[in-house]
Every structure is written in C-alpha cells, then in structure tokens.
C-alpha cells in the first residue's frame, strides 16, 4: 500500500469477487488433473534457515523471537524441500503453495504470489514438457489457445527471432542486438547470461504467438540451475520454459541428481553473488545432504499460478487478479 493512501481509501481488494470464483474454480481445477494423474499433494514448510544461491532470485529475510541470532527465510519455491521428499522415497508429488521473493514488484510480478511445482519420476525433458503443456491447457480458457504449442531450442529461438546465436556468438555481438542505455550495459558489464536474458525479453519473447503457447528448450549450460546437462550436448541443459506471448508461465527441467556437482554450482552462485555485491547466504545443508544419500531420476517444474489466473481474467496486470497487493 503507498505511503500517501490512508487505510480508509485503501482496505478494499483489488481482485474482483468474480476474479476469486475465477482462481477458486481453477484450483480445483488443477488439483483434479493431479489426481487423474495419480500424483500426491505434499505441505512444504514456508519458512526455512537457508536461503537459495541463485543470483537472480532475492530471499526475504524474518526474525524469529525464539532465534534472534540468525536470519531465517520464506521459500522462493518449495523445490529443495520436495526434492527432500523424493530422496525420501516420496512417489510423484506435487504442491499449490505461496512464495516470496524479494526485489520484485510491478505488473507481472509481485513479492508474494502462488506457485504450482510438481516432480514425475523418471520423467524425461519431452515428457514433462508435454505434462506442463496439458497442466496449461487444463486450466486457461480454451477459447486462448487456438492452435499447438510452438516449439523452439533457445538457440534456434534467438537465431529465428534476431539472428544472433546464443550459443557462439562473441559478446560484442550480443550487445549490439539489444537496446540499452548506459546505465544498463554498466550494470550488465561482461555479464554474458545477463545480456541473453535481455535479448531474451526485447528481442525474442516479443515474437512469440498470443494464441498458442511457445515452448524454449534446451538452454545454455551456464543458465542450467538446478537442472542436468543434456547427456548427447553438455553445451546446453535439459531445461525449458513455457510462454504465452512473451509472458512466461513455467520454468523446469530434468533435474541434476549429482549432489557433487550441485555444490559446485552453488559455490559458483555465490561468487556471482560477491561479484555483483549481494549478500552470500549459508547454503542448504539439508538439502545437499539429501542429494547425497540419493535422488531418484526425475523431472519437475514450477507454473505462476497467478499468470494463468491473468491469461483467464484477461489482463496484463498481476495486480488485478491478487486480492491484496504491495
């Protein structure tokens, strides 16, 4: 709520009580395609004592009166705690929960909004695409979707769509195919992945269709995550997203099993970190710990619930579909 509104002007929702039966009739929805699926609901804990490594995603830090002596955190996304449960020996299971993430607010995004993540076991990169696509198709308004998913590897996405190769083409190169000004090249400086994803949002998500979905695949090797190098191409990663339009509703992956190498790539998220001058977090022991006594194979992916509720509401503004909003 600003500063310059008093409570008197502004305890009112901001989503409709139509927009409410909306996003009540789509949960349920949701959860009936889990059960045909046979696939289990799971409770992760909100709040954790670490904090995700990834450089692009800010924690929000509490306080608890019990443990005045270190930060905890609300979840980012229920992921380590579910990967957790399949070290465990949990089946395919899946969660409908609210995140929070810090740094974020304006008409896609808000600090804390409500995220569908689930994991198929033994599930490989074309069938959990295939699962998230029939998830979406679920749940948005028919009349939106009017033809199949468009498909592209983010390398063929970025050569369709601007003629630069992700993949192989020098830095300079990147740089000249976005629109920038000085403030932005400072902060992005040699930063590659920081300009592909600025391409990524002027230049090629801009072109994808508004009536059907757009699926990008296979992304660089430096932009993997928490997801497996492809086995035939370690160039790229068994990784995806899907969109409608340039606006991204989903993000998964063939999940990296190999606790060793996920340190690793922990330990690069925190130099990223120091380099960029945010604050180092103490990693999830936990949840290194549980990769380490074993990962079954699997895949998994997150949905914005909150976008698809805006794609059926038609509107472009997140705001309008969140009962309160900051």
């Known amino acids: 709520m600003s500063e310059s509104v008093s409570p008197a002007e502004a305890w009112q929702p901001a989503a409709t009580l139509a927009t409410a039966q909306r996003r009540a009739g789509m949960l349920a929805s949701a959860r009936e395609y889990f059960a ?11 709040l954790s004592r670490a904090a995700v490594s990834d450089p692009n995603i800010e924690s929000v830090s509490a306080q608890l009166q019990i443990d005045l002596s270190r930060d905890y955190f609300l979840q980012t996304s229920p992921e380590f705690s579910m990967k957790r449960l399949l070290c ?48 979406v198709a679920a749940l948005v308004d028919p009349v939106v979707l009017n033809a199949p998913p468009s498909v592209f590897s983010y390398q063929d996405a970025f050569m369709h769509f601007t ?24 902060s992005l400086g040699t ?22 979905l757009t699926v990008v695949s296979h992304y660089p090797a430096s932009q993997a995550a928490l997801a497996r190098l492809t086995p035939d191409n370690p160039v790229v ?54 990769l ?29 579909v969140q009962s309160f909003t900051f």
């Not at 045909?36 to 909100?46: A, F, K, R």
């Not at 804390?112 to 074309?126: K, S």
């Not at 195919?177 to 403030?183: G, I, W």
Request: net charge negative.
């Open 88 to 135: 465990a020996g949990y089946p395919d299971i899946y969660e409908i929960c609210k995140v929070f993430r810090d740094g974020e607010s304006g008409k896609r995004h808000q600090p804390e909004f409500t995220m569908v993540e689930w994991y198929r076991r033994d599930f490989g990169l074309q069938e959990i695409i295939h699962d998230t696509v029939a998830f």
């Open 292 to 320: 380490d006594a074993g990962m079954p194979a699997c895949a998994g992916v997150a949905v914005g619930f909150d976008r698809l509720l805006m794609i059926n509401s038609g509107t472009d503004d997140i705001r309008n």
């Open 191 to 212: 930063h590659r992945d920081g300009w592909l994803d600025l391409i990524l949002t002027q230049k090629v998500a801009p072109g994808f269709a508004r009536d059907r």
């Open 237 to 290: 990663a068994d990784r995806f997203e899907v969109f409608l339009g340039d606006l991204e509703l989903a993000n998964g992956y063939v999940e990296l099993t190999d606790a060793r190498e996920q340190r690793a790539r922990c330990a690069r998220d925190q130099e990223l970190r120091r380099i960029s001058g945010r604050r180092l977090r103490l990693l999830d022991e936990t949840f290194l710990a549980a």
């Open 36 to 46: 045909q699926q046979n696939i289990l609901e799971v409770d992760s804990p909100i």
């Open 163 to 186: 003629g630069v190769d992700p993949l192989h083409d020098g830095l300079q190169d990147l740089m000249r195919s976005t629109d920038c000004d000085a403030q932005l090249q400072a």
